[in-house]
């Protein structure tokens, strides 16, 4: 399996996020969707919280791994 690349993300202060860290670079974003997955609860536990997010040039998909705790990049659109 691939591994997606780590990521830094500021939260308000209601928890929402507000901006992405990747790369030495800084970009806010504007949550545009969000869901839950959870599966193969028998084998290894996949537990996410996908956001796709807008930033000024390009849309992402991140997620937060509940099982580990990160953030991670999973797809950039530009």
Same mark, same amino acid.
Request: proline letters at 4%; a negative charge.
């Given at each position: 399996? %691939?591994?997606?690349?780590?990521?830094?993300?500021?939260?308000?202060?209601?928890?929402?996020?507000?901006?992405?860290?990747? @790369?030495?670079?800084?970009?806010?974003?504007?949550?545009?969707?969000?869901? %839950?997955?959870?599966?193969?609860?028998? @084998? %290894?536990?996949?537990?996410?919280?996908?956001?796709?997010?807008? @930033?000024?040039?390009?849309?992402?998909?991140?997620?937060?791994?509940?099982?580990?705790?990160?953030? %991670?990049?999973?797809?950039?659109?530009?």
């Amino acid at each position: 399996m %691939r591994e997606h690349p780590a990521i830094e993300v500021e939260l308000d202060g209601d928890g929402a996020l507000v901006a992405i860290r990747w @790369g030495g670079r800084r970009e806010p974003v504007e949550v545009c969707n969000r869901w %839950r997955v959870e599966e193969a609860w028998w @084998g %290894r536990p996949i537990a996410r919280d996908y956001f796709k997010v807008v @930033g000024s040039r390009w849309l992402a998909l991140v997620y937060l791994d509940r099982v580990d705790g990160t953030w %991670r990049l999973e797809r950039l659109y530009d």
